[in-house]
């Protein structure tokens, strides 16, 4: 059975840092390339960043290149997203799945609130 359990959400103060986890299992996780997606309440969902099988590339949405950095830990099934300079519009549940289309169920998410 394919799962995705992200972890690592919270309440942050603008300005603030999380890093989120996504655990993966039931699938070959070292040869997939691995997206984060967030769902802002009301809204739908948005592309946050990607990464490929290795590790060696990656991408990210404009609205937070150079505040968040994702990375991958092939050994542990694990895809991370390090989140600095958290910004009040970064507030929405954030997801994990493959890239570049999610193939499987997906998690329950994590929620991340930015707020003072």
């Known amino acids: 059975e394919v799962q995705l359990v992200e972890s690592g959400g919270g309440l942050v103060q603008p300005g603030g840092s999380l890093r989120l986890s996504c655990a993966a299992s039931g699938f070959m996780f070292s040869t997939y390339a691995m997206t984060w997606v967030r769902q802002a309440p009301g809204k739908g969902l948005e592309w946050v960043s990607g990464?490929?099988?290795?590790?060696?590339?990656?991408r990210y949405a404009d609205s937070v290149k150079g505040r968040f950095t994702i990375s991958r830990d092939n050994a542990k099934n694990t895809v991370y997203l390090q989140m600095n300079s958290l910004k009040p519009e970064d507030t929405a549940v954030y997801y994990c799945n493959t890239a570049p289309k999610a193939l499987f169920p997906w998690g329950q998410g994590t929620q991340v609130t930015v707020s003072s």
């Open positions: 990464i490929n099988s290795g590790g060696g590339s990656t």
